[in-house]
């Protein structure tokens, strides 16, 4: 009912009106000859799947990527790294393939956009000019939050929630423990990227522990009553880690209110807490170019039109993944990526002055609980309404109590995904 | 001119339909496009998950009707497979089936 097919509505619409109204706007370039310039803000997830697929659905399209990093390192597979079972390597990627796609890497930041006048200032100097924007700039920290933890803090008490050096200090600072230690991981509240993230890191960091530091603990401070596949992840702590993991949430006085980094110690309402290590994990809010172009509300991320995910804010500027308000939909890779496609195909269409069709959307995580244990949540959304809506029946977790086996296949699709989705993206 | 002329065409448009009432159905290469992110761009997998390229269209819709059903068991596709219609599941098949 709620669905009108495309016959129907030009005929309602009357054909001609419709193309006009969107020709106006973006296709005003076209009409004069000239291919449209598409501009995109980010090479993460978001950003490099949209400039690779607005180049496959249609290679008139000039299409200018700005990303300061030469490389880049993926959040994803990074607990991997920090848990000691793989290399930096294994998880950056170069933008040459972007590069073989017609994509116009520019490795520069951002530091304004002018909406009206359609433009993107550089740090390094000059403008590029659009016709549409894409902005996935992913996100940036509340240095303010929380008492006593702030960006210079974060240089001796990483987050880690950003992949690169962050990636590398937190594993080298695991790696120094002695056994025996204590290893404090505080999460944040929500929303934030990657709801699974904290709990694969405290397996993989666990599995680490077990093989070369057996006496070490790990106390999570969580400032959440629970979190993202808790009951999945619990059974598979119970049956591999013993008693390793002490977990704490915020009725069990798991909220930092004070990070005192000079004693390497966590305070919250009732406790002072020690720690040997620890990864401090701010809360977070969209990537700081949203900020200053004014994409984001008071609640620090970005509000959309969830079908072409364009700016409620600013015409022609779409935002998504990470930065952008895309709930029901997590913030993941895959969402990031997934919204992508469907923005890009929405783009393609509105800079030729047609309409920006219909997305459908899926989302898939896995975690790693050990190397050869993997656990799994999913789901699939209609765009209706106006919004974006999980399917009915669809998606949900990894069953409980499967067998070992079951851990091990779904282990095995983890590094599919990751080989398949890094090829999608970079390749 | 022309802004006056897109004023108005946007009005008519946006009073005679709400966003809502725009939706159409998802193209075939939408959903054919998702599968990409875990099966490979265009369907070659690089790495554990299984290709599609070289699945003929009808095997493709035949398996994900058994992952809807659950005749298929123990992987993340039933959960999927659950969230598409069988016109949705008929559309990705012929877009991303061996040509
Ligand atoms: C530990 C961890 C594990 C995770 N595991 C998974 C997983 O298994 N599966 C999954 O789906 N997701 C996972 N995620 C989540 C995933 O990393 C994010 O959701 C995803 O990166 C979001 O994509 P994005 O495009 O919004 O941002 P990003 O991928 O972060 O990309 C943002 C890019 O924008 C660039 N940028 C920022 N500002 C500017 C500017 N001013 N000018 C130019 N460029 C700019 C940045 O340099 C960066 O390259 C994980 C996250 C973490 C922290």
Redesign the pocket.
Known sequence: MRKIDRRTFTKMAGAAGVASAFALSAGARVALGKSPRVVV???????ATAAKYLRRFDAGIDVTL????SA?V???F??TVIGGLNSMARITHSYDGLRAHGVNVVHD??TGIDAGKRSVSLANGGDVGYDRLIV???ISFRWDAIEGYGAATSQTIPHA??AGPQTVMLRQQLEAMPDGGVFIISPPVNPF??PP?PG??ISLVANYFKKHKPRAKILVLDPKEKFSKQGLFKEGWASLYGGMIEYRNASNDGTVTRVDAANMTLHTDFGENKGDVINFIPPQKA???AQTAGLANDSGWCPVNQQTFESSIHPNIHVI???SIASPMP??????SNQAKAVAAAVANLVKGEAPGTPKFVNT???LVAPDYGISVAMVYDFADGKIVKVKGSGGLSPSGASAEFHKSEARFARGWYDAISQDIWG | MKAKGGLLLTAIVLLAFPVGALADEPSPTVLANTCFSCHGTDGKSPGAMPSLDEKSASYIAQTLREFRSDEIENTVMSRIAKGFSDAEIDALAEQLGRK
């Open positions: 803000i980010g090479g993460g997830f978001g950003g700005i990303e300061p990093e880049f993926t959040c994803p990074s607990n930041r951002a996935s700039p992913g929630w950003q990227r990657c993230g694969e890191r990537g700081e170019i993944g990470d930065a913030k993941s890779g895959f969402s990031a995580c896995y975690s």
